[in-house]
C-alpha cells in the first residue's frame, strides 16, 4: 500500500456529492466538459481513420513496456547517467517529498517554479516545500489559479473546469499585489496578459524548475511534457536545476513508441492533433548549449505502483492521463471532480485511488458508477475500466465494507434467485398484492424501504399476476 | 399454454429469458416478446427454472453468488438453439460478462461460452437471427427511442430497434440530442446514489423533451422504470413503453407508471 499521510480521500463522497450538485455555479461550469471536450475529441478521432489502429498499437506498447518494466527502467536510467543527469527513485510519497527537497537545498533554492504535474499533487509537493521555507510558483495557468485560492484541481488536465471567469478575476484582483484594483480582467485574455506578467518575474527569479513528464524515453533517457501555454519550457531551461517527477509507469521504450502514444494523447485529451509545446529534456545542458540547466535530475515514483505489476489491476497503469475517461463520465459530469475526494477523480480515479490509498479509504469512488462503459469506450489505451471498478467492489464485498442494509437486500435476492420454486410462489404472492395496494393508481409515491427509490422518483406500480404465473395459467395473451 | 402460430419442427427452438424486471413488474412485455418470436416462426418456450441473470450480484461484488446464478443459468438454457431476452442489460450479462466469471472452471467456461454465442437481445435476434423485416402493429404517437448502455456498448444494437420500429403504422420517431449518453438507471446504483442517478435521468428528460416525443420507448425495463418514476414525479405527460409491447400491437396495458383507467 502506498503512503497515504498526505492528500489521501479525507471528505465524504456522499456529503461532496450532494454539495457539487446543488452548486449552481459547478453545474454551470461542468456544463463546458460536455460542450467542449466531447465534441472535439470526436471530431479529431474521426479525422484519423487509423485512430483505432493506433490504440491497439499503444496498448501494446504499454503492455510490452510494463511487462518488462524493470529492464526499461534500468536502461532508462543508464541514459539519464550518460546524458550528464541523476535518477533517484522514490518508493512512496514520502521519499519523493524528502528527495526533491533535498535537491531544492542542494541547490540552494529559494524560489522553485512548477510546471503541471499531478504525481506532484499525488504526493503534496507544494505544502512540503513551503513548510521548508521555500517559496513555490505554479506557472501553469490552472494551477496558478489553485494556488492563489487555496484550492485543488477538479480534472487532470483542465484543473480549474470548476470555475467560472468572474470567480478567477475576482481571485486576480485579490492576490496580485501592487496593480490598480479597478483593472480590466473582464475578458480570458484580460486574466491571461495578467497572469503572464507576474508569472514571468518568477520564470526569471527561480533556482529550480520542476516539471512533471507525459512520456520517460528508455532509449534517449528523454523526459516528455505536452503543454500549450509554454510554461514547462520556461520551468525546464530558466532555472539552474531541472527537476523531474514522475511515476515509473510513464516508461516507453523507443522515441517511436512515444510518438505513438502522443498522436493518441492530444487528441483524446483537447481534441488537437498535437499540444501547442511538445518538448523533449534529455539532461542537462551540453558545452555549447545556448541555454538549459546545469543539473538534471529524475524523481521515479512508485507509491503503490509496483504492487499493482501483475494484479488485478495491471491494466490501469497503462494510462496516459488524457482525462477522456472523465469527460465522457455521466457521473463526472453530474458532481465534477471535487466530490472525489482524490487527486484522480472520474473513472481512472475510481479505479486508481483506491490502489494507491486503500479501497476502505475510497470505496466510494468504485460503488458511484452506472457501468454505462463510456470511459472503457474512449479510453485510448483500452483499459477496461469499468471491469476494475467491479473488481475493487469485489474486495469491497469481500471485506464486508457495503452497509448492511445492502447486503441485506443483495443476500436476500440472491439466496431466492437460487431457488426458482421458492422465488415463483413468493412473487406470486407479492406482486399481485403489491398491484393491489397500488389501486389504479398505478405507483407509489412512497414505499417501506425504498425511500432510495421513491425519494427522488415514483415506483411504477407492478401489473399483477407475473409473467410466469399468468403463463402457466396458460393465457398466452394478457 | 396455446400456441396458435407456433413453429414447425425444424424452426429454431428458442427460450424466452423473461428476466426478473419483466417477470415481476410488467408481464405484458414478456407476452409481446412471446409473440413477436412467435409470429416470426420461432417455436419459443418459457423455462420455469429461471429466475435472474444474477447481475446484481455481479455488479455488487457478490462474486460468489454471481458464479452460483451464473451457473444455474446455463445448466437451464443450454439446451436450446437460441436465448433470447426482452432486455439489452441481461443479454449483454450472458453474452459478455458469463464467460469471465465462469472462467475457474474450464468445463463450465466453454458451455458458458457456448450459451454467450447464442443469446441475443430481443429486437437484435429478430432482425439479426430471424430476418424480421415489418411488423404488423400501429401506435400513433411521436416516440423517441432510448438506447441502453448495454444494448449499445456492450452489444453494439441501435439499428435493430430503430429498423423494425420503422414498420408501425402511425409511428414517428424523434431522436434525442445525447442519445449515447446514460440515463442513470444502472442497477443498484439508482439506490445506493439517488441524487447522482437522479440528476442524470433529469439530464436524458430533457433532452427526451426537447425531442418532441409525447413517449420514450426502450429495451430495457430498468432504465424505463427509472425514467418512468421521475418523468411521473416531474407531473411530466410523456409516457414510457418497452419496444416489445409497440412492436408487438399490445399497449393497451398503460404505460408505465400510469393509472389503471383515465381519470
Given at each position: 500500500m502506498a503512503d497515504a499521510s498526505k492528500a489521501a480521500p479525507t471528505l465524504s463522497f456522499r456529503e461532496s456529492a450532494a454539495e457539487a450538485l446543488a452548486d449552481q455555479d459547478l453545474q454551470r461550469a461542468l456544463l463546458n466538459v460536455k460542450r467542449g471536450f466531447i465534441a472535439k475529441r470526436a471530431k479529431a478521432r474521426d479525422k484519423l481513420p487509423e485512430f483505432a489502429q493506433l490504440r491497439d498499437e499503444a496498448k501494446a506498447i504499454k503492455d510490452h513496456t510494463l511487462a518488462h518494466l524493470d529492464l526499461y527502467l534500468d536502461a532508462y536510467e543508464r541514459k539519464v547517467i550518460e546524458s550528464g543527469g541523476k535518477v533517484h527513485y522514490a518508493p512512496t510519497a514520502t521519499d519523493a517529498r524528502d528527495i526533491v527537497l533535498r535537491l531544492c537545498r542542494d541547490a540552494g533554492a529559494r524560489l522553485v517554479t512548477k510546471g503541471k504535474s499531478m504525481v506532484s499533487e499525488e504526493i503534496g509537493l507544494d505544502d512540503h516545500l513551503e513548510a521548508a521555507g521555500i517559496e513555490v510558483a505554479e506557472t501553469d495557468l490552472g494551477e496558478h489559479i489553485l494556488q492563489i485560492r487555496g484550492d485543488r484541481p477538479s480534472?487532470?488536465?483542465?484543473?480549474?473546469?470548476?470555475?467560472?471567469k468572474e470567480t478567477i478575476a475576482a481571485d486576480f484582483t485579490r492576490a496580485h499585489?501592487?496593480?490598480?484594483?479597478?483593472?480590466?480582467?473582464?475578458?480570458v485574455p484580460d486574466l491571461v496578459a495578467e497572469a503572464r506578467a507576474v508569472l514571468r518575474e518568477k520564470f526569471l527569479g527561480a533556482d529550480v524548475g520542476i516539471t512533471g513528464a507525459n512520456l520517460l524515453i528508455a532509449e534517449t533517457g528523454s523526459s516528455v511534457i505536452v503543454t500549450n501555454e509554454g510554461n514547462g519550457d520556461l520551468t525546464e531551461t530558466l532555472p539552474v536545476t531541472h527537476i523531474v517527477l514522475a511515476s515509473?509507469?510513464?516508461?516507453?521504450?523507443t522515441l517511436e513508441d512515444a510518438a505513438t502514444v502522443l498522436r493518441l494523447l492530444a487528441r483524446s485529451a483537447?481534441?488537437?492533433?498535437?499540444?501547442?509545446y511538445t518538448t523533449f529534456a534529455t539532461g542537462p545542458a551540453r558545452?555549447?548549449?545556448?541555454?538549459?540547466?546545469r543539473a538534471y535530475h529524475v524523481v521515479l515514483l512508485d507509491n503503490g505502483r509496483s504492487a499493482m505489476?501483475?494484479?488485478?489491476?495491471?491494466?490501469?497503469?497503462?494510462?496516459?492521463?488524457?482525462?477522456a475517461c472523465l469527460n465522457h463520465c455521466p457521473i463526472y459530469g453530474a458532481?465534477?471532480?471535487?466530490?472525489?475526494?482524490?487527486v484522480y477523480p472520474g473513472p481512472m480515479g475510481a479505479v486508481l485511488t483506491p490502489a494507491l490509498y486503500g479501497i476502505d479509504q475510497a470505496r466510494d469512488l468504485p460503488n458511484?458508477?452506472?457501468?454505462?462503459?463510456r470511459c472503457e469506450e474512449v479510453c485510448p489505451m483500452a483499459i477496461p475500466l469499468p471491469a476494475l471498478m467491479r473488481k475493487w467492489r469485489e474486495r469491497d464485498f469481500d471485506r464486508g465494507n457495503p452497509p448492511f442494509q445492502q447486503r441485506l437486500a443483495l443476500k436476500g435476492w440472491a439466496f431466492l434467485a437460487k431457488r426458482p420454486r421458492l422465488y415463483h410462489a413468493l412473487s406470486g404472492l407479492v406482486m399481485p398484492a403489491l398491484a393491489r395496494l397500488a389501486g389504479g393508481d398505478g405507483r407509489f409515491r412512497h414505499f417501506p424501504l425504498a425511500g432510495a427509490w421513491t425519494g427522488t422518483r415514483d415506483l411504477p406500480a407492478p401489473e399483477g399476476e407475473t409473467f410466469q404465473a399468468r403463463y402457466r395459467k396458460g393465457h398466452a395473451k394478457p | 399454454m396455446t400456441e396458435k402460430r407456433a413453429g414447425t419442427p425444424t424452426s429454431p427452438h428458442v427460450a424466452l429469458f423473461v428476466t426478473c424486471l419483466v417477470n415481476l413488474f410488467r408481464p405484458s412485455v414478456g407476452f409481446a416478446a412471446l409473440k413477436l418470436l412467435q409470429d416470426a416462426g420461432a417455436r419459443v418456450e418459457v423455462p420455469l427454472?429461471?429466475?435472474?441473470?444474477g447481475q446484481p450480484a455481479y455488479n455488487s461484488g457478490d462474486r460468489t453468488d454471481a458464479i452460483a446464478i451464473a451457473r444455474q443459468v446455463v445448466e437451464t438454457f443450454e439446451r436450446f438453439d437460441y436465448v433470447v431476452a426482452p432486455s439489452g442489460s441481461c443479454a449483454g450479462m450472458i453474452k459478455r460478462h458469463y464467460p469471465e466469471l465462469l472462467s475457474d472452471d474450464p468445463a463450465l467456461a466453454s458451455r458458458a461460452k457456448a450459451l454467450a454465442a447464442k443469446t441475443y437481445e430481443l429486437t437484435s435476434f429478430l432482425v439479426e437471427?430471424?430476418?424480421?423485416?415489418?411488423?404488423d402493429a400501429q401506435f400513433p404517437a411521436t416516440v423517441t427511442y432510448h438506447d441502453s448502455c448495454s444494448s449499445l456498448?456492450?452489444?453494439?444494437?441501435?439499428d435493430a430497434p430503430r429498423r423494425l420500429l420503422a414498420?408501425?403504422?402511425?409511428l414517428t420517431l424523434k431522436e434525442m440530442d445525447?442519445?449515447?449518453?446514460?440515463?442513470?438507471?444502472g442497477g443498484a446504483f439508482a439506490v445506493k446514489y439517488p441524487e447522482i442517478s437522479t440528476t442524470m435521468a433529469e439530464a436524458k428528460i430533457r433532452n427526451i423533451a426537447a425531442s418532441g416525443a409525447t413517449c420514450v420507448l426502450a429495451a430495457d425495463l430498468g432504465c424505463l422504470l427509472h425514467l418512468a418514476g421521475r418523468l411521473s414525479r416531474d407531473g411530466s405527460p410523456i409516457t414510457c413503453r418497452h419496444v416489445a409491447e409497440v412492436l408487438a400491437g399490445m399497449t393497451e396495458t398503460p404505460a408505465l407508471g400510469q393509472p389503471q383507467k383515465p381519470e
Open positions: 480534472h487532470i488536465i483542465a484543473p480549474v473546469i470548476h470555475l467560472n499585489k501592487g496593480l490598480p484594483p479597478d483593472r480590466p480582467l473582464g475578458t515509473i509507469e510513464k516508461l516507453v521504450p483537447t481534441g488537437q492533433e498535437i499540444t501547442t558545452v555549447g548549449d545556448p541555454d538549459g540547466p505489476l501483475g494484479s488485478e489491476f495491471h491494466d490501469m497503469l497503462r494510462c496516459i492521463r488524457c482525462g458532481i465534477g471532480g471535487h466530490a472525489y475526494g482524490s458511484a458508477s452506472s457501468f454505462c462503459g | 427454472e429461471q429466475t435472474c441473470c437471427v430471424l430476418g424480421v423485416i415489418g411488423v456498448r456492450e452489444l453494439n444494437i441501435s414498420g408501425v403504422d402511425g445525447e442519445r449515447e449518453v446514460c440515463c442513470g438507471f
